[in-house]
């Protein structure tokens, strides 16, 4: 009995690697059935550990970090048309000797379509390779490999890109005093600081930080019972934590807390603040800020703010006349686009595409992302960013039943039925919308800043 051998198994590299080009071609002739493999793939750009993934600077979408797979889009391939084109017309020239006109003729029409199809498509979607002259187009999220369809597909509701432009720049003094989310490990005077936007579980986490950690923070409640007088800083011990007597949730409070020297202190383990630009005043090259925070879909947190503000009597800015408004006078009333106008500094005025952009990349640069809906999978990566342990099964304990049963400043509502005004406040906050979409991206890519040699 003769064994068979299937020659696409058998691996001829290291027969190929020790012959000369003659002996090798000897080979093809008296072998013309044996086909030799490729060479084996490197590896993945994908595998690896934390340290490979931060130097890939994979999950920020820079522009400059280059695909192995895929062709820049911000440069221009000269090469790639002549790539196809030699894939194209070498079988076209052998048909053409071989006389098979019909053959011929129906890989022309097939070359025509395709050509056809290739212009059309480029023209609406960023093709790599067939679309690479255009320098200004906007850059597409680095996911995992499977995951660029889907990184494609997703366009917030108004059809802009989800990534910001390439050259998008913020402002120096926000990309001078506020650390990179990616730039690891951190530094000894860092702080950490909590962009707290209104109903997005901003309150629970004072509570989990202060209470169940024993972080000291600062908050709103430095600022209570005359501290606002407090020539020096000192620390404020309450029964559910240990706070300082600055307010940092207010300017006038940043800029007292700036004369004080909070940033320079390294007294604070975490600073709460509604403001991200008027920050930056706390900070200082060798003193820089680390921004985390949870986001929340925006038509939810305005529901959610419609309800709280109307029983908020214990608010310093609580107002009564919004308990005789409806749903639909409290949005046109209130405000529009927060995230958006804060991250910007653009308060007042119509916003436009240019805001939305800035607000993307200061998000993408700066802020280690959370969301609502994905609330333990953030605290988790809140906890291993920063360096955080719960110590005990009494503070783990607290932990979970702030976070999952008491829930501070929950205020349960009807859920809105009514799709038309759904639809309206969705309009309205626009901007806040498409920036919420990016957090959602941002949240996914950021999954490898947490890579660790063991995944």
């Known amino acids: 009995m003769v064994d068979t051998v299937d020659p696409d198994s058998v691996d001829f590299h290291p027969l190929f690697k020790s012959m000369n080009g003659a002996a090798t071609t000897a080979l093809h002739q008296d072998f013309p059935d044996v086909r030799i493999p490729p060479s084996p793939n490197p590896i993945s750009r994908f595998e690896g550990d934390r340290s490979q993934a931060l130097k890939n600077q994979y999950f920020s979408v820079d522009s400059r970090t280059p695909d192995l797979d895929v062709t820049d889009l911000n440069t221009t391939d000269t090469t790639t048309p002549n790539k196809y084109l030699h894939m194209v017309v070498n079988p076209l020239q052998n048909l053409a000797q071989r006389g098979s006109i019909k053959s011929l003729l129906i890989l022309c029409t097939i070359f025509i379509l395709v050509l056809f199809m290739t212009g059309i498509t480029s023209n609406y979607f960023d093709v ?9 187009s906007n850059r597409s999220g680095r996911l995992p490999s499977g995951r660029q369809t889907e990184a494609a597909s997703i366009l917030s509701h108004q059809g802009i890109s989800l990534a910001p432009p390439v050259g998008t720049k913020i402002p120096s003094t926000i990309g001078e005093v506020f650390a990179d989310v990616d730039d690891l490990p951190m530094k000894l005077m860092d702080t950490a600081i909590y962009w707290h936007i209104p109903r997005s579980a901003g309150t629970t986490m004072k509570h989990i930080l202060a209470t169940c950690l024993g972080r000291i923070i600062t908050t709103e409640i430095g600022g209570l019972d005359g501290h606002q007088s407090d020539e020096k800083l000192q620390m404020i011990r309450l029964p559910h934590g240990v706070f300082l007597n600055v307010d ?43 921004f985390f925070t949870i986001l929340r879909e925006p038509v939810d947190r305005m529901i959610s703010l419609y309800y709280y503000k109307r029983l908020a009597t214990w ?49 993408r640069r ?35 039943n702030m976070f999952y049963f008491e829930w501070h400043s929950g205020n349960p509502h009807p859920p809105l039925e009514d799709q038309a005004l759904a639809k309206k406040i969705r309009t309205l906050n626009m901007w806040d919308v498409a920036l919420f979409e990016y957090g959602k991206q941002l949240f996914r890519e950021q999954e490898h800043l947490f890579w660790t040699s063991h995944a």
Not at 128 to 136: C, F, K, M, Y
């Open 315 to 363: 608010e310093h800015n609580y107002d009564p006349a919004i308990k005789d408004q409806t749903l639909e006078d409290f949005i046109q009333t209130y405000g529009e686009n927060w995230m958006v106008r804060t991250l910007t500094g653009c308060m007042s005025g119509p916003l436009q595409l240019v805001h939305l952009n800035l607000a993307k990349e200061i998000l």
């Open 248 to 290: 940092t949730t207010t300017p006038s409070g940043l800029k007292r807390a700036q004369g004080m020297g909070l940033a320079q202190s390294k007294m604070a383990d975490v600073i709460f603040t509604p403001y991200v630009p008027e920050a930056a005043i706390l900070f200082d090259s060798n003193h820089r800020g680390r």
């Open 366 to 400: 700066k802020f280690l992302i959370g969301i609502l809906d994905e609330k333990t999978e953030s605290l988790r990566r809140f906890e291993e960013y920063f360096g955080w342990k719960f110590p005990s099964p009494v503070s783990q304990t607290c932990k979970n």
């Open 128 to 136: 790599p390779g067939l679309n690479s002259s255009s320098a200004t």
